[in-house]
C-alpha cells in the first residue's frame, strides 16, 4: 500500500501521501454510504414484503412471459395494420 501510495505521488496526480489517503478515505466512506443505502433498501424491500406478500420466482416469471407475448402481439397487429 505504500508502494503505491508513492507510485500516486511520483505520477503527479498527488502532492504528498496523505493526500492519496484522504483520497482513499473519500471513496472508502462514498462506498460505504453506497452499502448502507442498498442494506436498508434491502430491509425497506423485506418489510414491505412481510407486510403485503411475498411473491414466488415462479409468479414472476409468468408476470414477465404474459407481459412479453402481449408486446409481441401488440407489435404483430402493429405490423399487420401497416401492410
Not at 56 to 68: G, P, Q, R, S
Amino acid at each position: 500500500l505504500e508502494a503505491f501510495a508513492a507510485q500516486c505521488v511520483a505520477s503527479g496526480r498527488f502532492s504528498d501521501v496523505e493526500e492519496v489517503m484522504d483520497a482513499a478515505l473519500v471513496l472508502l466512506r462514498e462506498r460505504e454510504k453506497q452499502r448502507a443505502e442498498f442494506v436498508a433498501s434491502l430491509d425497506a424491500a423485506e418489510q414491505e414484503a412481510d407486510e403485503k406478500g411475498w411473491l414466488e420466482i415462479e409468479d414472476v416469471m409468468a408476470a414477465i412471459d404474459a407481459d412479453e407475448a402481449a408486446e409481441r402481439a401488440v407489435e404483430e397487429a402493429g405490423r399487420r395494420a401497416a401492410s
